[in-house]
């Protein structure tokens, strides 16, 4: 017996409905399967260190750009696909857990960034590390040589 689920589901709907199925069909399931298995990972970590995704995804892409690990809000809510209130009720958020500071733009006096604080800074490369673990334990055992070959196959397509 197969335990495959996405073999099962592809078998399945080439019996009921074999014209629903395209070269790319299993291809997007398997694609759509990782995607949940990592996103569910994460959300184990992230509800571990008392973080949403959002404020996971503001305080990594603070800590990503380096020293001084600020940023205009508008720079953050294009790089993360939020909206600007989105990003701003997230930014509300860190703030009152002591995570991120508003202070006043040095290149534009009307303007503001976000800056991470020192506790900002530790949990969010807390944050990256124990996600990153998660993510390698999940794949730990196949050979380094399958997982590079699999990313090459992975970023031919998003060429595409």
Do not use: C
């Amino acid at each position: 017996m197969n335990d495959d689920p996405v073999d099962q589901l592809i078998a399945s709907w080439q019996q009921e409905l074999p014209e629903v199925l395209h070269p790319t069909s299993e291809l997007a399931k398997r694609i759509m399967v990782l995607a949940a298995e990592l996103s569910e990972s994460t959300r184990q970590i992230l509800r571990d260190l008392g973080l949403t995704t959002a404020e996971y995804d503001v305080i990594v892409s603070l800590r990503r750009g380096g020293t001084p690990y600020r940023q205009k809000p508008s720079d953050l809510s294009r790089n993360l696909l939020l909206s600007s209130g989105g990003t701003s009720n997230v930014t509300n958020q860190l703030v009152r857990r002591g995570l991120v500071t508003r202070e006043p733009d040095p290149d534009d006096g009307r303007g503001t960034q976000i800056r991470l604080t020192p506790e900002g800074i530790s949990l969010a490369e807390q944050a990256v590390k124990a996600s990153s673990a998660a993510h390698h334990e999940l794949w730990a055992d196949l050979p380094d040589e399958t997982v590079a070959q699999a990313a090459k196959a992975l970023r031919a397509l998003f060429r595409a």
